[in-house]
């Protein structure tokens, strides 16, 4: 089993060149590193600072740093990118045997060591060794995430079913018990209370089966032609259907757009969740308009509410998982603060974009851009 994960590993390494990031206050030594790992893309540091530099742009696999330098040593190179990433995998190269060394650079998660004079038949043992290790520290991390988003999400899912579930179990008690008199105005009140509680628990149950069908955002896109000035008003129509604010109307102002090339049930989904959010923070009574303009390049979505809106702080928060703005401080929010998430997932797929301004008392506007032609999308 231990054979064939590593072989599967070695197999991911292979499809795309990694980047090894050698920093060295010698630029002989770092010249020598880089003819001996000549197979990858290699990035030159002379000293820490640098190193940090060239670290922060993103895109570097493996860290090869010498402990003795100016300005930032090894070792505080080490424990500060450990610190940033912890994930990465760190080779000290040294000529030092001291052990307080040693210990220091294990202390700070050293992955490593390389010994001065270099073997470079050991440099490239040690990087091919390096890559495999990161994988599995990376399928390791996203396994302990993976873990902890289905914690939250089991969390969440009893807190949201528990409301409903409470307030139906009661009032069929009190129903068996023969607490309940039809000409009650109160005991009717509270058959309404039921009534809904049971339609939106029907809702949470049809909201989990929808996002059990698109959960797998690595699937391939199923593009065929799209004809928006068709979906909008189906889009619209299903909407107002779940009943979520029936007093909630939506309008369409729609140009002249081409068919897309899309995925029409993931980006269907994407723009449900946008026009539910819509309606879900629309006051009794509003409006929201959607609005699909060419821009040449791409074909812009827009759905626009003058709801309660949000703070500007807010709006990056809400593509996180299971996130959900209460701007009224309710916590009575219904849903479970995927929908959001996804959208941007489907729409990015596609080599889309979507943008949220917002604020507090006055609406909510959210923009996707969608390109005309297939180039850049997954």
Not at 32 to 42: E, G, K, M, S, V
Not at 131 to 159: C, G, M, P, Q, T
Not at 212 to 237: G, Q
């Amino acid at each position: 089993m231990q054979l064939t994960q590593q072989a599967d590993l070695s197999q991911r390494l292979e499809r795309e060149t990694k980047t090894i990031l050698i920093v060295d206050d010698e630029s002989v030594i770092r010249d020598l590193c880089a003819r001996a790992l000549h197979d990858y893309n290699t990035v030159q540091a002379g000293d820490g600072d640098e190193a940090l530099r060239i670290f922060e742009r993103g895109g570097i696999d493996v860290i090869l740093t010498d402990v003795m330098m100016p300005k930032v040593n090894g070792i505080e190179l080490l424990r500060k990118l450990k610190e940033r990433e912890p994930t990465l995998v760190v080779l000290i190269m040294t000529g030092y045997a001291d052990k307080e060394i040693i210990l220091n650079a294990l202390k700070e998660d050293a992955d490593d060591f390389i010994t001065k004079p270099l073997n470079l038949l050991q440099l490239r043992s040690a990087v091919e060794k390096a890559l495999v290790k990161k994988a599995l520290k990376e399928e390791i991390a996203n396994l302990k995430n993976l873990d902890r988003l289905k914690n939250s999400f089991l969390s969440l899912i009893s807190h949201k079913l528990r409301t409903p579930i409470t307030v139906i179990s009661l009032f069929m008690q009190n129903l068996a018990s023969g607490v309940y008199d039809p000409d009650s105005p109160t005991d009717r009140e509270n058959l309404r209370l039921v009534s809904d509680e049971a339609c939106y628990l029907g809702s949470l149950v049809t909201d989990l089966l929808a996002f059990s069908k698109v959960m797998d955002t690595e699937r391939e896109l199923r593009r065929e032609p799209c004809d928006l000035a068709a979906m909008i008003p189906e889009l619209v129509k299903h909407v107002a259907e779940r009943g979520v604010k029936p007093s909630v109307k939506g309008t369409w102002n729609i140009e002249q757009v081409p068919p897309l090339l899309l995925d029409r049930e993931l980006i269907m989904f994407a723009l449900e969740q946008v026009v539910d959010n819509a309606v879900k923070f629309s006051r009794e009574g509003g409006t929201y308009l959607i609005t699909v303009s060419n821009q040449g390049a791409s074909c812009q979505i827009t759905v626009e509410d003058h709801g309660i809106g949000m703070d500007k702080e807010e709006i990056p928060k809400v593509f996180e998982k299971f996130y959900q703005v209460d701007a009224e401080k309710a916590g009575q929010i219904r849903g479970f603060g995927l929908g959001l998430f996804y959208a941007r997932e489907f729409v990015r797929k596609h080599g889309g974009s979507i943008n949220i301004e917002s604020e507090a008392g006055i609406g909510t506007r959210v923009v996707i851009d969608l390109p005309t032609s297939v180039e850049g999308a997954s």
